[in-house]
C-alpha cells in the first residue's frame, strides 16, 4: 500500500493514488507526494517540530521568505499560537453566557463583566492574530485552500465583531440599565463572534491534532 504526504499539513494517506482533497488542510491532489518508507523512517524524528514533506524538500521545495524569522522561531518552536488562542476560545463563551444572562435577568454587573471580558480578549487578538499568521506562513507555507481561507475569515470577522461590541458598550453606558433597548442585537453579534471563535478553533484543532497517520 502506498504511502502519501500532504505537503501543506503532512497528512499521510495510504491508498494506490492520493486523495482528492486532504482532509486536513483541504489541499488537492497535487499537494500530495508519494512517501517512500525509508524516507518516512528517517523523518519521524521531526514529525511533530517540520510538518513539512521531507520528501517536498528534496525535491526542491523552498520555504517562503519571512521576516523577523528569529521572533517567528521562538514562536513555532514554543507553540505560541495554540497558547494565546486559548484566551478568545476559553473567555468569549463566558462572556456570551453573561450577555445570555443580562437579556434574560437585566443584571447590569453580568453586563459589564462581559464587556471587560471582551475588552481583554480585543487587546489580546493583535498576539493571536500574529502568532497565527506565523504557524500559516512557516508551517503551512501560507497555504489558501478552503480550509485556511475559512478559518482566516472567522478570525476577521470575531476580531471586527468584538471592536465593535467593545465600542458599542463603552459609547453607550445605558445599554446596561434595565429595560434598555439593543441588548438583544448586542447578544446576536455576540454569538456570531461566539460561532467564529468556535470555527476557527474547530478547524486550527483539526490541522493540529486530527491525526497524522504513519
Not at 505537503?7 to 482532509?23: A, F, K, N, R
Not at 517567528?72 to 507553540?79: E, F, P, S, V
Not at 478559518?151 to 470575531?158: E, G, R
Request: proline share 7%; glycine share 8%.
Amino acid at each position: 500500500m502506498k504511502k502519501w504526504e500532504c505537503t501543506i499539513c503532512g497528512y499521510i494517506h495510504e491508498g494506490d493514488q492520493p486523495p482528492d482533497e486532504c482532509p486536513l488542510c483541504g489541499a488537492d491532489a497535487s499537494q500530495f507526494v508519494e512517501v517512500k518508507e525509508e524516507a518516512a523512517a528517517a523523518a519521524a524524528p521531526q514529525a511533530e517540530v517540520e510538518p513539512l514533506s521531507s520528501v517536498a524538500a528534496a525535491q526542491g521545495a523552498k520555504p517562503a521568505p519571512v521576516p523577523l524569522q528569529g521572533i517567528q522561531a521562538l514562536i513555532d518552536k514554543h507553540h505560541l499560537h495554540p497558547i494565546t488562542v486559548h484566551m478568545p476560545n476559553g473567555i468569549i463563551p463566558m462572556a456570551v453566557f453573561f450577555i445570555v444572562m443580562l437579556v434574560l435577568f437585566g443584571s447590569p454587573t453580568l453586563g459589564k463583566a462581559a464587556l471587560y471580558s471582551y475588552t481583554f480578549v480585543l487587546l489580546s487578538m493583535p498576539i493571536v492574530l500574529f502568532t497565527g499568521y506565523t504557524m500559516w506562513k512557516t508551517r503551512y507555507r501560507g497555504a489558501l485552500t478552503s480550509v485556511f481561507k475559512i478559518k482566516i475569515a472567522a478570525s476577521l470577522v470575531a476580531t471586527v465583531l468584538l471592536a465593535t461590541l467593545v465600542l458599542w458598550g463603552f459609547g453607550q453606558p445605558s445599554l446596561w440599565q434595565s429595560n434598555a433597548s439593543g441588548r438583544g442585537v448586542f447578544l446576536f453579534f455576540s454569538l456570531i463572534v461566539l460561532a467564529a471563535v468556535g470555527i476557527a478553533g474547530h478547524l486550527g484543532g483539526k490541522l493540529v491534532f486530527s491525526g497524522r497517520k504513519h
